[in-house]
């Protein structure tokens, strides 16, 4: 691969970064909206992306909670901004199996689960990508979800990492 491929992909990963929670609509968004907002948010990495149908799967297989009113609500967007990046890596079964996992759990509020997964995927595709030397432990305490949760992070760092370079090596490469 090119040097000009390889600066394209790390400004890529450079300018990426999902909205915080705060930052996610708190009025709820219809179904429309949420699947529009969600794949605007990972417009720039291939391969991730989700369609209404798909959401509405997620809600019958009870993955996340049903909408209220019509409106999908800031947790229910975490949640599927997970699901979406998780996803290209894991099958929808091992991903609730890691819901439910979390919810026995209980230790953190969705904000700071949500915040958690936001800032660990940051930090590990900047690791993945070569724009930090080590992944940084973020938090205080390292627990089985939490080693889940990277672990899940780092599998989709390394895909999208892999994508991105292949999507550059196909543009190199004249038809033949």
């Known amino acids: ?4 491929a390889k600066n394209r992909i790390t400004e890529i990963i ?3 970064q999902l909205p915080t929670y705060r930052e996610i609509p708190e009025v709820g968004l219809y179904l429309d909206q949420t699947v529009k907002y969600i794949n605007t948010a990972y417009d720039v990495l291939p391969n991730v992306e ?3 149908s798909m959401v509405s799967n997620y809600v ?3 993955i996340i909670d049903r909408p209220v009113k019509k409106y999908y609500s800031r947790d229910q967007i975490c949640h599927l901004l997970f699901i979406v990046i998780a996803k290209t890596v894991l099958p929808m079964d091992n991903i609730k199996l890691l819901f439910d996992e979390m919810q026995k759990v209980k230790a953190y509020p969705p904000e700071i689960a949500y915040e958690y997964f936001r800032l660990e995927l940051d930090n590990v595709l900047s690791y993945v990508f070569g724009l930090k030397d080590e992944v940084e432990l973020i938090g205080t305490t390292s627990t089985d979800t939490k080693k889940l949760l990277r672990n899940t992070i780092m599998s989709v760092s390394y895909k999208v990492y892999l994508d991105l370079a292949i999507q550059e090596i196909k543009k190199e490469t004249p038809n033949e």
Not at 1 to 4: A, D, I, L, T, V
């Open 1 to 4: 691969m090119k040097q000009e």
């Open 60 to 62: 019958k297989q009870g």
């Open 14 to 16: 450079k300018n990426f």
């Open 50 to 52: 989700i369609t209404s």
